[in-house]
C-alpha cells in the first residue's frame, strides 16, 4: 500500500508520468514532467500523492496518517514482472485516450480516470476490482479510513457471462 511505481514515457508527444499503486494499482497520469526536475523525484512524488489522497475525500488526518505509517521515502526498483506487466499495460491503453490531453494541467484527471476504469486482481486481492475500490479497501484494511459496505468487487465469470456477445 505504500509502494508506488513510477514510469515516464511519452504520450500523444508529451512526457507522462504514470505513478501506480504497487497494492492496487491505482494510477495517476502527471504531464510535462521534465527528466531534470527528478532531482526533487520523491518529494515530487509525495505531494502529488497527497494531493490526489485530497481529491478522493480523505481529510488531512488520514492522508497525514498514511504518511506517518509509510515511513521515511525510498527509491527502490520496481515490484516484479506482475507491477510491470501492468505499467505496460497502462502505457498501452493511454495510447488508445481518445481525448486531447489537458494543457495547462500537469494532474491529467480524465487520462487517471480512464486507466482505472480498468478491472484488476493485484496481488494480495482474491477478487477483481477498479483501482479506486481497491485504493479504498486497502486505507480501511489499514484502520485510516472506516469500513465501509462491501465494495463493488467484480465476479469476472460473472461479469464475461453477462457482457458475451455485447461487443458484436
Known amino acids: 500500500m505504500f509502494c508506488w511505481d513510477t514510469h515516464l514515457t ?32 520523491t518529494m515530487y512524488i509525495r505531494s502529488v500523492i497527497h ?3 485530497q481529491e478522493m475525500g480523505y481529510s488531512e488526518e488520514q492522508i497525514g496518517q498514511y504518511f506517518k505509517m509509510s515511513g521515511d521515502t525510498t527509491v ?11 505499467i505496460n499495460r497502462m ?11 489537458e494543457k495547462e494541467a500537469k494532474y491529467q484527471w480524465e487520462l487517471s ?7 484488476c486482481q493485484p496481488e494480495g486481492f482474491d477478487a477483481y476490482g477498479y483501482p479506486s475500490e481497491l485504493f479504498k479497501l486497502d486505507m480501511e484494511r489499514l484502520g485510516i479510513a472506516a469500513k465501509r459496505k462491501p465494495a463493488k ?16
Open 10 to 41: 511519452k504520450i500523444k508527444g508529451r512526457n507522462v508520468l504514470f505513478i501506480v499503486n504497487a497494492s492496487n494499482r491505482y494510477t495517476i497520469a502527471m504531464t510535462d514532467i521534465e527528466p531534470r526536475n527528478l532531482n526533487y523525484y
Open 51 to 53: 494531493g490526489v489522497m
Open 76 to 86: 527502490t526498483k520496481t515490484h516484479g514482472r506482475k507491477s510491470v506487466g501492468g
Open 91 to 101: 502505457v498501452m491503453d493511454a495510447q488508445y485516450f481518445g481525448k486531447k490531453l
Open 113 to 119: 480516470e480512464y486507466l482505472n476504469r480498468y478491472i
Open 153 to 168: 468487487v467484480i465476479d469476472i465469470a460473472q461479469y464475461i457471462e453477462n457482457n458475451r456477445g455485447t461487443n458484436d
